[in-house]
């Protein structure tokens, strides 16, 4: 592929502030296409085109993990934290352009084109927002999380990198989410509707964070094995070397994302602020 050629093999990893324009180019150049090619429903098509346009990056990326953790002899976490940062670095700011281009399309837009445009998101919306307050809200959000992370795992596993599918979708549906959520309570109560995004941000951050690193680290974990497996002998030194490590970045993804479900059930439960932007959010028909 040409893109897989046009940069250095580790200069992402290296300057990773800049996936952060990746994700937000990528999905600006995916949501155009797909609304001249696919007008009738764009959606999908460009949650596909942008992780399609980042995935020769990120090929080139799993390659670098695997070879780091086959250089360790021992296994140590400090080992594990140096071998894994600027992979992990690359996907959040990568999920944060994305995030950030559906946000800010989503208060910006008019009100037929958001429709059109980011349907697919929207109709989570739907089917999320109305009865997030209950008791067993910690169980319902875990579970949720759970499978998700699995998936993340999975598809990775059997792929190499085509977790990235699921992370754009989950960066697009929350900044969709939380865009229209943020421009209708600003309709309904006067209010300015990047202020209001930025208090659904700084509130939601914690939660969305964790989150989104448990299915990031999910990802890394399957997609190094994936590369492992392709490379190395069923149970020779180097493979037991590198799926061992990579077990371990499961377990704590699996823990990341009980944190998570931890903060965001105090969240919903504790912050009434959420809870009336939420509310406020629809009253506007």
């Known amino acids: 592929m040409v893109l897989e050629h046009l940069f250095p093999e580790n ?5 990773s502030g800049y996936a ?3 994700g937000a180019g990528y999905s600006i150049i995916a949501i155009v296409i797909a609304s001249v090619l696919f007008p009738a429903d764009p959606a999908l098509v460009a949650v596909a085109f942008t992780a399609l346009l980042l995935l020769p990056e990120l090929y080139k990326m799993f390659s670098i993990e695997e070879r780091l953790e086959d250089k360790e002899k021992k296994f140590s976490f400090k080992n594990l934290y140096r071998d894994n940062k600027d992979f992990v670095k690359v996907y959040l700011f990568i999920s944060l352009g994305i995030f950030l281009v559906y946000a800010i399309g989503a208060l910006v837009l008019p ?3 958001v429709n059109d445009l980011f349907r697919e998101q929207l109709e989570m919306r739907g089917a999320s927002g109305g009865a997030i307050f209950t008791d067993s809200l910690f169980w319902g ?3 949720n999380n759970w499978w998700v992370l699995i998936a993340c795992f ?3 596993l059997l792929t190499g990198d085509g977790a990235i599918f699921l992370i754009t979708w989950n960066a697009s549906m929350w900044g969709t989410i939380f865009g229209v959520t943020a421009r209708n309570a600003a309709h309904y109560s006067n209010a300015n509707p990047f202020f209001n995004l930025l208090l659904v941000l ?6 969305a964070f964790l989150e989104i690193l448990s299915y990031i680290l999910a990802a890394i974990s399957g997609g190094v094995i994936s590369k492992d497996v392709l490379l190395e002998k069923f149970e020779s030194t180097r493979f037991n070397r590198v799926f061992n490590y990579n077990v371990w970045v499961l377990i704590i993804a699996v823990a990341i994302l009980f944190l998570g479900a931890f903060v965001e059930t105090f969240v919903l439960n504790n912050v009434d602020l959420y809870g009336r932007i939420i509310a406020q959010s629809y009253m506007v028909i």
């Open 11 to 15: 200069w992402l990893e290296k300057k």
């Open 202 to 207: 700084a509130i939601v951050l914690p939660h």
């Open 111 to 113: 009100s037929f084109q």
């Open 154 to 156: 999975l598809i990775s």
């Open 20 to 22: 952060f324009l990746l």
């Open 141 to 143: 959000i875990l579970i």
